[in-house]
Structures are given as C-alpha cells and as structure tokens.
C-alpha cells in the first residue's frame, strides 16, 4: 500500500486492520459479504458509504487502483 499512498497522497487515506482487530468485527464481515474468508478490501467514499468490496486477497494493484477511481469519481 505504500507505493499508491504516495501516488495518491493527500486525495487517498488508506488504513490496513490487522487480522485480530478485523476477527473483533464479525458484524462488519458480514456486512461486507465477507462470509467465506472473513476478510477482503473495502474502498469507502468520503461520507463513509462502501462503494467497493473486494473479498479475500486474491486482487493486485489493478483491482485496488480500480477501486480508488471509484472512490475519487464519487468524491
């Protein structure tokens, strides 16, 4: 994650949970649709509104810039 916060600077926040906190919110993964692996990337729009969720880890840096145009179009 280190390459795209310093491409996309101040107009990106990124934040990684680790996997113990993320096990402390079973609510979130399910809201998530993260049923099967428990855990995966959501891209959030500035108000907060999920705009992007990617389950497990089986994306790349493509799946996660897509996400982030996403997330600045809804900006």
């Known amino acids: 994650m280190g ?4 491409e996309y ?3 990106v ?3 990684v949970i680790d996997a113990a906190e993320t096990a402390r919110r079973p609510q979130e993964i399910q809201e998530f649709g993260f ?3 428990r855990h995966g990337l959501v891209a959030f ?5 999920p705009l992007v969720k990617l389950p497990g ?8 810039e897509a996400a982030i145009q996403t997330v600045l179009a809804a900006d």
């Open 3 to 6: 390459e795209l916060e310093q």
């Open 13 to 15: 926040s990124f934040v």
């Open 9 to 11: 600077g101040e107009r």
């Open 45 to 49: 729009s500035r108000s907060g509104e």
């Open 57 to 64: 880890h089986q994306f790349g840096k493509p799946e996660i």
């Open 35 to 37: 049923t099967e692996m």
